[in-house]
């Protein structure tokens, strides 16, 4: 498994997971078996964004990016379709469980798993409850609602499960920050971005009989961008930590984890059009997730030999500064993996020579 090649972590005492689902187009193959309604991705307004087709859930590690390396890695671990009878959810936590249970996960005592916003539901976290050492980072949509603790009662009526509501898009209902602090941090393009965060602790969300969601508080965490006049710049992004040890977690390390989950679309974007993801067309659903983990374990092999190649930079990339640095991306790596697959030989035997046949021979008279 690729988790055994994954690098402890060095400069953080957790190491970073993100999940996402990716939908595979197949509009089509009209014949293929279990074929559903997906979303499509597209910019163009004018095109619809429902298609049909097949979902696969993946699951990848954030190895630690030292001064050599892509800073973007993403090491998909596991890859599940998400069929017709299931959901996202429903495989998302068979595939926390797999690396909940897998023997060197119990190395780290924290993990911190990052998700978008469809996974913070009470049916998704309420599946987390007994994991001690998981924190869940999820971003939630600006317009929901969730709730403060209640305020004791006393007497014999029964003990309130919520308390005032907490709405997102409100300030009015914001009661003051437990934690408040202002976090810089450099841009790829070498200029510092600062953000203000706002941490209010132990809030609830509303659940169901099914998922008492009242029993498992949180925290919520606002990142407010800032400018150079330290003014608010474009919409604030809300931040769910989910989990036992959440208190662990400062702020600042929250929105850092959170903003490694954007690695997980850097390699749906770069194994799509470039290792084939989602382009091998079969009548098979089975052969068609085979295909889709052989693209992920070609891209785990990319990052196993990102310090083993040569960059190989194209005709017109020869003077450009990034050509020639060690921190070299997953395409410069598929370039020169040709010469990494000559070094390493091949158990083929050379071809023999076969001659000239002597052709057929005269019937002695």
């Known amino acids: 498994m690729l988790l055994n090649t994954l690098p402890s972590p060095t400069q953080l005492p957790y190491p970073v997971f993100g999940l996402d689902e990716t939908p595979n187009e197949r509009v089509s193959a009209r014949c293929l078996s279990d074929r559903q309604n997906i979303h499509r991705s597209t910019p163009v307004v004018a095109q619809r964004r429902v298609s049909e087709g097949h979902n696969y859930s993946v699951l990848a590690a954030f190895p630690e990016a030292a001064a050599a390396d892509w800073s973007q890695w993403a090491l998909p671990l596991s890859v599940e379709g998400v069929s017709s009878v299931s959901n996202a959810i429903e ?54 609602n969730f709730y403060c603790q209640p305020d004791p009662v006393s007497g014999p009526t029964r003990p ?36 203000q965060l706002m941490r209010w602790t132990n809030r609830l969300m509303r659940g169901t009989r099914a998922y008492p969601m009242h029993q498992f508080p ?21 931040l769910l ?24 679309e850097h390699f749906f974007g770069f194994a799509k059009p470039h290792l084939l993801l989602t382009a091998f067309q079969t009548c098979l659903t089975s052969h068609e997730i085979n295909a889709v983990r052989l693209a992920s374990l070609a891209h785990g092999q990319l990052w196993l030999a990102r310090h083993l190649v040569d960059t190989l930079p194209l005709p017109w990339q020869r003077y450009s500064p990034s050509a020639h640095t060690q921190q070299r991306t997953p395409r410069q790596v598929q370039r020169g993996f040709a010469q990494l697959i000559q070094q390493m030989g091949s158990l083929a035997t050379l071809p023999k020579t076969r001659g000239i046949p002597p052709g057929d021979l005269k019937a002695s008279a």
Request: hydrophobic residues 35%; aromatic residues 12%; contains cysteine.
């Open 91 to 144: 495989v998302a936590h068979n595939q926390i469980a797999q690396l909940m249970s897998y023997p060197q996960s119990t190395n780290w005592p924290l993990k911190i798993l990052t998700v978008d916003s469809r996974y913070p539901t009470p049916a998704f976290l309420y599946g987390l409850r007994e994991y001690r050492d998981l924190v869940v980072i999820a971003r939630v949509r600006r317009n929901r």
């Open 241 to 264: 930590i989910w989990g036992q040890p959440r208190q662990q977690i400062t702020p600042s390390q929250g929105q850092q984890a959170y903003a490694q989950r954007f690695r997980l």
């Open 160 to 195: 309130r499960w919520y308390g005032p509501r907490f709405q997102l898009n409100d300030a009015t209902t914001w009661p003051p920050p437990a934690q408040q602090e202002t976090l810089t941090c450099p841009q790829p393009n070498g200029l510092p971005r600062s953000w």
């Open 218 to 238: 949180f925290d919520l965490l606002r990142c407010q961008r800032l400018d150079g006049d330290a003014q608010p710049q474009g919409p604030p992004l809300w």
